[in-house]
T-cell receptor, first 112, second 115 residues
Framework: GENVEQHPSTLSVQEGDSAVIKCTYS??????FPWYKQELGKGPQLIID?????GEKKDQRIAVTLNKTAKHFSLHITETQPEDSAVYFC???????????FGRGTSLIVHP | ETGVTQSPTHLIKTRGQQVTLRCSSQ?????VSWYQQALGQGPQFIFQ???????GRGNFPPRFSGLQFPNYSSELNVNALELDDSALYLC??????????????FGPGTRLLVL
């Protein structure tokens, strides 16, 4: 089955810095890669996603890149703000499936 | 807010007991998925229901079962609770059958502690 590795497990940055979270996946059939933000006491919320026919996608301060050859994808957050502090999860889903495999999460701490 | 609610928010049970967790999906969302999230881990897929039928299952034993109702509510039942069942249980709803590849709207979860 699919295996998703996520790094780092904890990321601490100063307000205004950029943050990068990286994930690798094992199943070459995976073709959909969503990213979720989970705040304390809440369920995960989709923040951005990318499909395998696209190499990069951007939404304001958030961007995701995908390297299909290397089987890795990354989340980039620019101009971080304290409200970006949360746990971020990547996930991978195979084209023939609807079952997402999640990474173990990255706790992002943005210091004011 | 995602429009997905779950009850109860917290629950304490003892080993061997049975538990029922509830989820209310967004109106019009025909698919609901349930996940188990252990502390410090990502969510793990338990199963998915589409129009009241189980539509797929992850690596969970049969003592994990579910129901989906016509009014967009659903249940997760766990029998013979084990200590390792302690986790946050999440439900997520989507409109169609390709739940994994559509935007999933998660509820806030039910925190289950098994003693």
């Amino acid at each position: 089955g699919e295996n998703v590795e996520q790094h780092p497990s904890t990321l601490s940055v100063q307000e205004g810095d950029s943050a990068v979270i990286k994930c690798t996946y094992s199943d070459s059939a995976s073709n959909y890669f969503p990213w979720y933000k989970q705040e304390l006491g809440k369920g995960p919320q989709l923040i951005i996603d990318i499909r395998s026919n696209v190499g990069e996608k951007k939404d304001q301060r958030i961007a995701v890149t995908l390297n299909k050859t290397a089987k890795h994808f990354s989340l980039h957050i620019t101009e971080t703000q304290p409200e970006d502090s949360a746990v971020y999860f990547c996930a991978a889903i195979s084209g023939g499936s609807y079952i997402p495999t999640f990474g173990r999460g990255t706790s992002l701490i943005v210091h004011p | 807010e995602t429009g997905v609610t779950q009850s109860p928010t917290h629950l304490i049970k003892t080993r061997g007991q049975q538990v029922t967790l509830r989820c209310s999906s967004q109106s019009g969302h025909n698919t609901v998925s349930w996940y188990q999230q252990a502390l410090g881990q990502g969510p793990q897929f338990i199963f998915q229901y589409y129009r009241e039928e189980e539509n797929g299952r992850g690596n969970f034993p049969p003592r994990f079962s579910g129901l989906q109702f016509p009014n967009y509510s659903s249940e997760l039942n766990v029998n013979a609770l084990e200590l390792d069942d302690s986790a946050l249980y999440l439900c997520a709803s989507t409109q169609g059958t390709s739940g994994g590849q559509e935007t999933q709207y998660f509820g806030p979860g039910t925190r289950l502690l098994v003693l």
